[in-house]
């Protein structure tokens, strides 16, 4: 598996500063092992946050002005006309460096529901706007990735369909957890599957249709200007994404292809 010289410098900063990113300390050593420039991007970044936190050390007071300050006036005083003055000017220095800091920063977008989180990656997926976190086309070896990462076990099918191809996935952000959005190749058009905890999962905002099959409710609804699919299976619950209208059956020949190993799509009768 690849991880990408856009995903590691788009999570450089977090671990430099020692945060959890969806990748791991293994992958960015491994990374860097092999990549200048990548490694000059990492010795940009530390330069900057030495050069910033250097910036801001408090200058001591003399001490002609601390005898001054005693001799004449009380506490009190002096504090509300010329400390407090100065604790708000430090206070406003360290509050500008943050926000210098965390506007070079990429901020995880927290969706309310795993199907805008997945409209939101499919979007910047399909345009190249957003990078994947890892490049890979096999399907135990994706889904050991993104276990390892996401804090739920993910499981995804050998794709034997020569129509059906994946690509690679990103770790999403929701508000009770992290999803996985796995990217494919379906014919050409590509298509993302998100996969989160039920419980983390919420509910599309505008869900207009629900088609029954068996003990499974599949609801469609339209984001970002996209077609979603939303279903739950046990414990995970499943969002599918695409610019192709679909409903019914379609959904599920994304996953159940011809030799795939899983149950065939014409055995799910009464969806269409």
Known sequence: MTVSCESVRSWLPAWIDGERTPL???DFERHLAECADCVRAARDQRGFLRTVSSAYVPAPVPPSLQ????????????????VAPLVAAGAMAAAIALVV????????????????ASAWAHE???S???PLDVAASNAAELSQWLTERVGFTVVLPKLEDSTLVFNGARVVQLEEG???VVSFQRSGECVSLGIAPR??????ANAPRTELFRNMKF????????HVITWSEGALSYALVSSVPSTGRASCAVCHGANSGLKSVEDFHGMR
């Open 24 to 26: 791991s300390p293994e």
């Open 124 to 126: 910047g997926l399909a």
């Open 67 to 82: 005898a001054s300050i005693h001799r004449k006036v009380s506490w009190r005083r002096v504090f509300s006309q010329r």
């Open 199 to 204: 419980h983390a999962a919420g509910s599309p």
């Open 101 to 116: 800091i965390t506007a070079l920063r990429p901020t995880p977008v927290q969706a309310a529901s795993l199907a805008e």
């Open 178 to 180: 992290s999803a996985a």
């Open 219 to 226: 609801t469609t609804s339209t984001l970002r200007g996209l």
């Open 128 to 130: 190249g706007a957003l």
